[in-house]
């Protein structure tokens, strides 16, 4: 373990932008939140724009963070303490894109659905896809149908993302839509479904636009989805 502890001798102002932008995306990997927002400050006084520090050194280790937990070569709790190292940059990045007025990639209100208090894949998901540039509303657990809907009103998000993990709260998913067919409302949001006892069927089925299998595959889909809604 030497060279690990050589590593936090690293002094991150000398290193040159380049390698700097690397170490970050190492210092992600490994969760070191202190080091990430020492990272960022570093960056933005050496007159990086905010938008760029997010995109090349954050949303980038993220990224590569996101790959690994796609392939099982990282687990929850890893990504976990990436997730909360991604944020501690992005606390001192979000009042600077508010002033340029730099839009997020998309806008996403995500909540576990009525009568399942299960909370970490949620977080999980909406963690990631902070990370990946976007504005998330996470609506917490055990939300009925008037919470989505109230929310969808008020935040008027790209995208509507309901999570179960119980197969006696899947079922739920489909009111939920089916009250939004009802107003009407249903074209107007991408909804993206996930939870372990989902598939692609039960999405289809329920009128989802995508079951996403896990957080790696949420963010993918959730690009792809709003850059085609933009793009019509």
Known sequence: MADGDKQDDVDLASLPDDELVEQMHDDLYDGLRDEIMEGTKILLGRGWGASKV?????????????????????????VLMSANAMKGGMEILRPLLAETGAKPIGKMVIGT????????????????????????????????????????????????????????????MKVVIDTMVEKGIRNDYIVLVGGAPLNEEFSQAIGADAYCRDAAVAVEIATAKVAEKRAA
């Open 113 to 172: 659905v009525k009568g399942d208090i299960h909370d970490i894949g949620k977080n999980l998901v909406a963690m990631m896809m902070e990370g990946a540039g976007f504005e998330v509303i996470n609506l917490g657990i055990d939300n009925p149908v008037e919470n989505y809907l109230e929310a969808l009103e008020e935040h008027k998000p790209d995208i509507l993302g309901m999570s179960a993990l119980l197969t006696t709260t899947m079922p739920y």
């Open 54 to 78: 997010l995109d090349e050194a954050l949303v980038e280790g993220m990224r590569i963070v996101g790959i690994d937990f796609r392939d099982g070569i990282l687990f929850v709790p890893e």
